[in-house]
């Protein structure tokens, strides 16, 4: 809906927000002596429209959109829990497509989940999940995994975790079963204070039978802080790793002279339980081939990183684009913008703009971004445009821990306006014998048509049929310049311009040597090339229909066609036939 005031900024309401982007009109702002015609809109954008590159945006019924940097989730896993969702989803929601479309299928399932969820403790996202002994489990089917097949590559499981009180004799993870009397399978258990990693009947030897293996740590697990426990299913060295905060602690390496390989039972369906006993916190659990992850990988979002090679620091970032706006009219102007951050500590946010009155698509890059620091403080130096586009940046904190969020984003832009259509459009003078005719009209008030504007005069030989454009008068002093219609004696009532043959001529023909003298409109070689150059001479015998429009300094045929007010309606002139002529 559209709605009009005076010049200057509304008081500050909420911001709200359609299904598409809504222009408001806030100011309309007309003046007649020698002002210039303007209209200032005021835009509020869609957040789910603008393109979002290694981004999230939450909605979330009743509340606005609220777009903030993504995170920083591990690559190529099998299984990570972020706890982020609901409790009977655990695992990051994330929609993974095939090239044909359809969703690609999973090897690692949650079957159930039981935990409480603690929004005052978190590793990785906004909160965790807290384990209460054996009332709360989750159990995962991995059956379907090639890692948990009987030919296995090497990979890992990792488990931060945060002990409670009770949490100093517990089970972290179990995936065991009983097969005719033996255990196979493994365990990750916690026993006073220390982590320690069964591996039942995991071992296969050369002369067919299985082995086991126990991998015990000396280092205790701190209460009140969270820790990282690793397990590393090592294939090629016959090897299991215990890694305590990204190091390794303690390790069982089997004899290669008798061991064969690494394998789990064939056709063994045992789920995997996390939490089977367990009393504390977990977040952030990771299964995925090879080596444990650092610690740093573990950060929310990027985060800072330095190579002592290069010496040089890198921290990727987020970028928000928004579509390709049009204004109505070309030539408008950025007046202010308003943007809504949420920014923690240490984290950054960048607002660009780029714009053109000749159409761009978003992969064009010769249309340069310029970075506004201050939505109240626009640089002179930005080019006016018709096609315009704004992009946006975020970047966490060097340690990875929050983002800035992006809310709402307003801006307003200011436009000029094509000129009126000039009023009092009349013959003034004809004289059909020198074939000469002499228009009047009133002078347009707008400033942009008498300062460095004018007129173009049309005639055809039907109403709604020109042919040909008076648009140049010849000048004693200055070859060809713009009709004005100004003479010595009018005044802004009776604006003047006569044209006879000659007239014509020299607007069909414009030399080259006219040319740069002419204003960029009348310069213009698209203009010059394509406005009716055809125009005829006038004929006797013939009725000639005349019309007039106004243009303002910033017309001209590539980038300001717009800037020209519509057509007056017609007057006639009939040229007599001449009896010689029959």
Not at 292 to 303: E, I, L, Q, T, V
Not at 334 to 363: C, H, W
Not at 384 to 409: C, N, Y
Request: glycine share 8%.
């Amino acid at each position: 809906m559209d709605r009009y005031g005076f010049r200057g900024w509304p008081s500050r309401t909420e911001i709200g927000f359609g299904r598409r982007t809504k222009t408001l009109i806030s100011l309309l702002f007309l003046t007649f002596h020698l002002d210039a015609k303007e209209i200032v809109h005021l835009t509020q954008t869609q957040l789910s429209d603008w393109k979002r590159i290694d981004a999230i945006i939450e909605t979330k019924p009743g509340k606005k959109e609220i777009i903030r940097a993504g995170e920083n989730t591990p690559k190529n896993k099998e299984l990570f829990l972020d706890f982020e969702g609901e409790v009977s989803s655990p695992e990051r929601k994330e929609e993974v497509f095939s090239n044909s479309g359809f969703k690609s299928p999973k090897s690692v399932s949650i079957l159930s989940s039981s935990y409480i969820i603690d929004e005052k403790h978190s590793f990785f996202g906004k909160r965790s999940a807290y384990f209460s002994g054996k009332r709360n489990q989750i159990h995962v089917s991995v059956s379907g995994s090639p890692l948990f097949g009987t030919n296995p590559e090497s990979f890992s499981i990792t488990v931060p975790i945060l002990i409670s009180e009770q949490g100093a004799s517990s089970v972290v993870l179990d995936r065991t079963v009983f097969i005719k009397g033996k255990k196979y399978g493994f365990s990750l258990e916690i026993e006073e204070n220390k982590p320690v990693f069964y591996a039942n009947n995991l071992f296969q030897t050369s002369n067919g039978s299985t082995g086991s293996a126990e991998v015990r740590s000396n280092i205790s697990i701190p209460r009140k802080e969270w820790h990282v426990i690793s397990i590393y299913f090592d294939v090629n060295e016959m090897k299991f790793g215990l890694y305590q905060n990204g190091y390794e602690t303690a390790s069982f390496e089997g004899n290669t002279s008798k061991i064969t390989g690494i394998s789990f039972p064939e056709h063994d369906s045992t789920n995997l339980v996390i939490g089977k006993s367990f009393f504390g916190n977990m977040d952030a659990v990771h299964i995925h081939k090879g080596e444990p992850m650092g610690n740093k990988d573990y950060s929310r979002f990027a985060r800072v990183s330095y190579s002592d090679e290069t010496k040089l620091a890198s921290q990727n970032g987020s970028w928000i684009i928004s579509p390709i706006y049009t204004t109505e009219h070309s030539f408008a102007s950025l007046m202010q913008f308003e943007a809504s951050f949420e920014k923690p500590k240490d984290t950054q946010v960048g607002i660009y703009f780029r714009g053109s009155n000749r159409k761009f698509s978003e992969s064009q890059t010769h249309i340069p971004w310029i970075r506004i620091e201050d939505g109240n403080k626009i640089p002179s130096s930005l080019e006016k445009f018709r096609f315009h586009q704004w992009k946006v940046w975020l970047r966490s904190d060097p340690e990875g821990m929050a983002s800035p969020s992006f809310h709402a984003f307003q801006y307003k832009v200011k436009e000029i306006i094509p000129p009126n259509i000039p009023t009092g459009f009349r013959i003034a003078e004809f004289s059909p014998l020198d074939k000469n005719i002499c228009f009047a009209w009133n002078s347009n008030h707008e400033r942009e048509v008498q300062n460095g504007g004018g007129y173009m005069i049309h005639y055809g030989v039907e109403p709604n049929r020109m042919i040909g454009t008076l648009f140049v008068k010849n000048s004693q002093t200055e070859g060809l310049k713009s009709i004005d219609g100004k003479t010595e004696n009018n005044d802004y009532k009776n604006l003047k311009f006569c044209a006879d043959e000659s007239t014509l001529l020299a607007n069909i023909y414009i030399s080259e040597s006219d040319a740069p003298n002419l204003s960029k409109t009348l310069e213009d070689s698209k203009f010059t090339a394509n406005r009716e150059r055809r125009g005829a001479l006038f004929q006797s015998g013939i009725s000639y229909y005349f019309k007039i429009s106004a243009y303002n300094r910033y017309h001209d045929e590539w980038e300001g066609r717009d800037q020209k007010s519509d057509l007056s309606g017609p007057i006639s002139v009939h040229f007599p036939k001449e009896v010689s002529q029959r």
